[in-house]
Each structure stands twice: as structure tokens, then as C-alpha cells.
């Protein structure tokens, strides 16, 4: 069956690209003005202005009348002077077509290449009936034969989910937002996003780990709806709100104090706000609980109090307001039309926002902090990057395309249908309540909402819901007995004879939710009332215009020296343009800037994008707008699929035990090497856990634990200097060991006997030979140097010991309510592509890179008198069973002449940045130099040693 029957773009060449060759005449544009032609200069693309854009794709009559003025203007030329070379660089419009039409002619039919794939495989699924009570994932559950069934929601069952339980709970707990989940199905075509295998494999956007299109649509989105200040504000995206919510309270305690920063908020509070904070444990806070108890037992002075407002509130709905007036943090997670009336924009210092509230999708752990002070902002960035190194890019791109959607018709569409649910839903629970003198709800008073102009009702996230009779002071219970689940009021700080009871989880949940209700209250009049209700099932065929937009982005050519993307830059007509690779500049990326430094600083694997563009159709995932909206899988934060996948992965390569182990999944590795210090350092121990790792070490392990300050753990330094300073007791240290070395790629192993942490980041094939699966208590991988998707930010522990994988888990879901879903969703994608034919075309691929890089390297170090690179040694190799040298992701670089101990310094004169030893503990005779960017960058950096290595006998040498 093949879905995708029409496509829905056009690609033409859109412009020409038109070079003024008179030497005189270096401004182009002037010299068309002249003749009356406008066009657009050359340095607009950061090119000269030599060159001029003209754009063809305008109307008729302004082609027409281009054309004429081009012929007058040709004609004045003598016949033996060429005054314009005009260089057809082939660009791309996307041109959209909605049930044929659009812009004056039928689009004809254009068939999808490596895109159709994905398209079918997501319609398919999305095909799957389930009665209107279940899913069916792409990275989902699947029968014996592999193929994706039915995941039910609560009380249902059934291969089709058509069997309700009987009996079954009306949990409203959570606050889950599913009941959204309509509206992304109504809006398939426009919703879906298509994930190309080699989108955004690098850590950053440029110099960023913000997408900058999708912070303009955020702004964007508070200027439309009214409810934030956003002009002269930064912004900081997190994983959720929850991650927000930590990084903002790091940024405003006083770090320097000789006292904790108390961390307070009013009750009834958001249960994370404590929760995080006695958490994490840190020296720089603490929690001081009820913030008005606090005021009326300290001093006037709040310098030293970071306070949490939530508005409205979690759990009451109320719009709240500073009690102490000192540093703040503005939750305003509901702080949106469908919850509330918006009387005016917010215009605090720090508040904080996320997505899951406002569009439903709490599964893509998408959250942004919009803030005045610049000094909080830096703050708050840099714990974002040391924590995760950044959020996943998938993610900012799923997020870009829902908020466009969002954003359509001014929000209007998107919001009443929100609010339209949301009001309806207290009607109706409103009127079960109205017939209960035993129950009853929070008031909710009238106010102007600016956005949807009208004075109306607020319709909160939840019902606070209190128990009237004197001897029921324990809520929850009552309605547990009533076959209801909400949360309890103590969860809240608030007393238990209240409950918060979710109204925004599914269509199903929210009928038998008043069904309960009904059934309860009419006990009082001794009568049962029924309810129903039901819902039905609507066809799709939705996918094709999001794989066409993503294959009419990858068209785009960049001279090989660059890249357009679905959510990347943007001409002034909205259309995507090529985002330039280091050194190339040009509207088609074209242009080498001269003289331009060899940048082998990081270490962004982009060295594996052109194997996932040659299978660009078994990689690329089409996600749907209402993929995995919510927070968990049934009662699981991490994919099961995903996970029987990485364990496959292991067993396949032969690097790791998985069997019998436990695995959690991470914000990269980074978020799973803090995961794993903190489950296990000595929490009850008088005195805090010594982190210790071997010179030269990985940066980040001293980095975390300086900047989370904990009480439980501090850096301690050099394994070997700690080693002979201590005692022989390693039971308070904690080692971070390294396998292969980051940065000089040896195979390592522990010094101490105590607790272990082995960073196996480059433990695969292309890096070093597997000469045995490696067995230790905690062992973390990360994504971006098996398959070199930096950008989506995903990693994994394995673990050995139960207590020690819940307290990692434990971390992972207080700190960020787990991992995007729609990473993980893509990384099971790679991971079976990764896994085609035992893993060998792709394994032989990326090792053949390395090895050639290091072929090419060794012979011009072999030269050189002045640099050294480190020693490799032959090893057996069990996963292709052969012996062979190591091919380390990083050349560790040696000044070997005396004077010359500032290595980063002589190779920065030479026009080569690499990173200075010192950023590894060593000496900065030794330089960093990556090796696994691209391929551009990699004979760049080939050439500038190559010459430098030239100078040594004086005569330069060319590549």
C-alpha cells in the first residue's frame, strides 16, 4: 500500500545568482539599479557585492518586465565585453499545494524518493485500529512477528482495546495532557514533522545550543497570546520546566554565602519544588518550606529566600503574587487561555514555561525560562550545558513545527479548541458537584481575558476538591473507596482532607472520572445516576506533505559545505537557506574564507553524517503531531523497545554484559554521569565522597561536581596524587574511569578497589578494538559517538546493582521527568539501522573514516621533530576478529621542544585551535586536536599541520 500518492511541492530554481565582471564595477546591485532592475546585494548573503540575487519566482508580469530591462541593458554592451556573468545556482522554493491549487498552476505529481518509507511506516501504524481507547507507536509494542499492536489505555484491553475492565479505577492523578490529543489529530498534515537520519548530528546551532528560529516562534508566541513580556528578555530552554525549575534555583542562591539560600513557596505547592531541592542536597540551598510560616518566623530580610510563585497554581488554579518580594521564580506552567482568563502580560524577573501545558506534548520534555537579568541568564545557560550539554535537537525541531501550528490564524484555532475542551469539562464537573453537600470544589471567580477579549471563567488544570464531613479527613481514601485515584492534599503540603483530581488527561479517563463522581454523589440521595459517552475514530492520510517539505529541505544544495534544515535559517520570505560548515560563506556555501583557522576543538561527530545520507531511507522517522504526548510509556519513563534494542546493540558488538543489568536512559551522557555520582556518593556520610579521575581527564567530571555544589560529594582530583596523599580505605572515593581515554584513547582501568564509574563513550569499533565485553558495576554509553547524533541527546547506563539503578532512575525523572520521547523514538530508528546485517556496514563504514583519518595524520606527525602525537598499540579485535591499531576520536599533540610549553599557543599561530591540556588537568605541552568532525574541517586541519610541519625544514609543502 503506498500512501503517499501525490507530492505536495514543486522544486524549482528560484533565483539566479548574477556577478558584475567589469573590475570597476564592484557593486552590482547599483549598477542593475540603474537600469532599474532591484535586486538583492551580495552582502546580504554574506557574500561581495559583486553579486546580486534576482528572484524568479514572482509574478508574471514581474518576470516579464525583468527579462525587458535585462535585454535593454545586454544590448548596450559592445559585443566584445561580457559586463555580467550570470551563474544559475540551483536553489529551491518549497511551494505548498493544498488539494491541487496553489499559485497559478497544478503542481502535476512528483513522486518521494528516501522520505516515502518513513511516511508509510507512520501512516501504517497511525492506521492501526484501536476502538478509540489505544495507540499504536512506530516505537511501540509489537506482536511475536514484530509487528506494532494496540497499547490500550487504562481499563481497557483487547487486541483492538474494545474491552472495558470491569470495575477499573478512574485514576486522575497525573497530569498527563492527553486530552489535547484530538486537536493534533485533526491537524495531522500540518503537525507532522519528518526527522532526516542525519539531522542536527552536531552538539551545537552554530555557537548555539538554541535553536534561534524556534526562540523568534516562542516570542512569537507570548506577543500573540499577551501572557509575557519577552522584548529585551533572555531565554533559556530546559528539558520540561523541570529542569528549569532546578537550574533557577542554582542561578538565584547565594553560592557565596556562608549560609543556604532557604527555598520557599505558599501552600497548597507544586510538590517539586521541595522534592528538587532536598534532592539534590546542595550547600547553596535549602528548603524552608511554607513561605508565610517563613516570613512570620525570620527577619525582613529576604536576600537570602528564593521564592516560588506559581500562577496560576498547581493545584488550585488561583493567580498568585509574590508574598517577599525578593528573588522569584514565576512558574507559569498554566499560564495559558484554556486555563485561565490572561488579564495582562507577565512581567516578572525569572518565569518559567513549558510545553506539555500548553500544546499537550509533556512526552518531548520541552520547557523555556524567559529572563531579564543577564547574570541569571548565563547562570542558568551554563548549568543547562554542563548538566546535558544542551536539549535534544529533535526535540527543538518537533517543537518548532507544533508551535507553527499553534500559532496559525493567531492562535484562535488552537486555543478555543483547548479551552472549549477544558470549559466543558468543568461544566460538566461543576453540575455532579453542585448535587453534593459532602464534596466540594475550589471557587473561581470571573476575570477580563485579553486575548480571547470576553470576561470569563478560569477552567484550572485540576480540581481541588475538599471533603465537608468532619470525620473524613483523609480524602483520597474516601474517593479511593469510590474507585477514584487523585493525589492527596499532604503531596501538595496542604492538609489530606483535600484531593487534586486531574482534568486533563484522555476523552476516556475524564467520562469515567464523572461517572465515579456521579456514582459517589448520588449515594447521598441513596440513587445512582449513569453516564456515558464515547468516542470514535477519525481516517488519516496526513504524512505526505511533511515528507515532502523534508525532502525538498535536503534538495537544497550547499556546495557540499553546508546544510539547510526544517527548522535552520530563513530568507525574508520564510524559506530555508544553507547554514555554512566553518570557513564557507556564500548563499550556496561555495565561497572558502581565506586564512580561516582549522577548528579541531570540539568534539562534534559529523564525521558519520554521509553514511545516514546514504541511508537516508531506512533512517529518516516521520513523527506525527500526537506521537507520545504523554510524560510516560503505561508506567515506564523510557521505551521498552528502545532498550531491548541497545541491549541487542551490546551483545551484537560484544562491548558490554548487559544480561541480567539494568539500564536507564539519559539527557546524553552527561546528565548520567551526575545520575551516577549521586546514587553512588556517601549521602549519610559525615563527610562528603572524593571524586577522583586519572590525568588527563575528561573536563566534565570536575565541571559537575564544582558547579552542583553538593554536600555529598567534592572533586578531589588525580586518582594516582589522591592515591598516595589517603589512606588506603576507598570506600569515600568515587573514581570516574575513562575507556578509551578522553582525550589521548587508551584503554584504561581502575586504580582504586572503591566505586567505580567506567565512561565508555568511544568503546566502539571505530575507536579502539573490543578485545572483551567490559563488566563493571556502571557502565555509560552515549549515542553521539556511537551513530554521531550528538544533537539528540540521548545516553544510557548500564548497572549492575537494583539500589544503585533506582537512585540513577530516581535522579533522571525528579531532575527532568525522563527523556524526550521523540528521541527516543528516533534513536530506535538508528539503532536498527545501526544493526542491519549484524552491524557491519555500518561499523566498517565509520572505522574505515578513522582509520584513513589516522593513516593521513601519522604520515605527516612522521615528519615532524617538533609534535608528537601518543603511542597506539596493536590489539585483537573480537567483533571483527582480527587484530588492528586503535583509532582514537583525538590526536593528543606534544610541544616536544623545550621552550615551547604553551602547545595550544604555537598551533593557534599556525591557524589550528585544539583544546589546551590544561582543560584536562595536564600539562599545555599537549593539545587536543578532534578528529571526528567533517570531512571539511578534517582536510583543513590536514593542510595547516601539513604546512606547519613544512616549516620545520623550511620549505612548505602543499596538500
Known sequence: MNVVTQCLLTIVAAYVWVKCEQEEEEDCGAVLEAANIMGRAGSAFSATDRYVRLSLIKSQDDFELLVQRLTELVSLENSSIQTFSIIINILFTINLYFGGGGGGGGGGECALSWSEKAAVEAEAVAAISCSGHGRAYLDGSIDSEGRPVCECYACYTGTDCSQISSNCVADANS??????EPFWMQHATNSAILVSGWHRMSYRYGDLYMSTELENYIRNMHAVVGNAITEDRYIVFGVGSSQLLSAAVYALSSQNSSSPSNVVASIPFYSIYKTQTVFFDSKSFQFGGDTNKWQSNNSTNNMD??????????????????VLGGKTIYDHAYYWPHFTPIPAPSDHDLMIFTLSKLTGHAGARFGWAVIKDKDVYLKMLAYIIVA???????????????????????????????YNKMKDRWDTLTSVFSKSTRFSIQHIHPLRCNFFNVTRLPSPAYAWVKCEREEEEDCAAVLQAANIKGRSGSVFSAKDRYVRLSLI??????????????????????????????????????????AAEAEAVAAIL??????????????????????????????????????????????????????????????????????????????????????????????????????????????????????????????????????VASIPFYSIYKTQTVLFNSENFQFGGDTSTWQLNNSTNNMDVVEFVTSPNNPDGELKKSVLKGKKIYDHAYYWPHFTPIPAPSDHDLMIFTLSKLTGHAGARFGWAVIKDKDIYVKMLTYIVVADLGISKDTQLRVLKLLKVALEDEGKPFFNFAYNIMKDRWDRLTSVFSKSTRFSIQQRRSLHCNFVNETRLPSPAYAWVKCEREEEEDCGAVLEAANIIGRAGSAFSAKDRYVRLSLIKSQDDFELLVQRLTELVSLENGSIQTL
Open 388 to 418: 546535558d550539554l544542551g536539549i535534544s535537537k529533535d526535540t527543538q525541531l518537533r517543537v518548532l513545527k507544533l508551535l507553527k501550528v499553534a500559532l496559525e490564524d493567531d492562535g484562535k484555532p488552537f486555543f478555543k479548541f483547548a
Open 175 to 180: 497530569g498527563d495532557p492527553i486530552f489535547l
Open 505 to 546: 488527561k484522555s476523552q476516556d479517563d475524564f467520562e469515567l472520572l464523572v461517572q465515579r463522581l456521579t456514582e459517589l454523589v448520588s449515594l447521598e440521595n441513596d440513587s445512582i445516576q449513569t453516564f456515558g459517552g464515547g468516542r470514535g475514530e477519525r481516517a488519516l492520510s496526513w504524512s505526505e506533505k511533511a
Open 305 to 322: 529566600v528564593v521564592e516560588f510563585v506559581t500562577s496560576p497554581n498547581n493545584p488550585d488554579g488561583e493567580l498568585k503574587k509574590s
Open 558 to 691: 550547499c556546495s557540499g559545505h553546508g546544510r539547510a534544515y526544517l527548522d535552520g535559517s530563513i530568507d525574508s520570505e520564510g524559506r530555508p537557506v544553507c547554514e555554512c560548515y566553518a570557513c564557507y560563506t556564500g548563499i550556496d556555501c561555495s565561497q572558502m574564507s581565506s586564512n580561516c583557522a582549522a577548528d579541531a576543538n570540539s568534539g562534534d561527530p559529523i564525521f558519520l553524517e554521509p553514511f545516514w545520507m546514504q541511508h537516508a531511507a531506512n533512517s529518516a522517522v516521520l513523527i506525527s503531531g500526537w506521537h507520545r504526548m504523554s510524560y510516560r510509556y503505561g508506567d515506564l519513563y523510557m521505551s521498552t523497545e528502545l532498550e531491548n534494542y541497545i541491549r541487542k546493540l551490546h551483545s551484537v558488538v560484544g562491548n558490554a554484559i548487559t544480561k541480567d543489568r539494568y539500564i536507564v536512559f539519559g539527557v546524553g551522557s552527561s546528565q548520567l554521569l551526575s545520575a551516577a555520582l549521586y546514587a553512588i556518593s556517601s549521602q549519610n556520610s559525615s563527610s562528603p565522597s572524593n571524586v
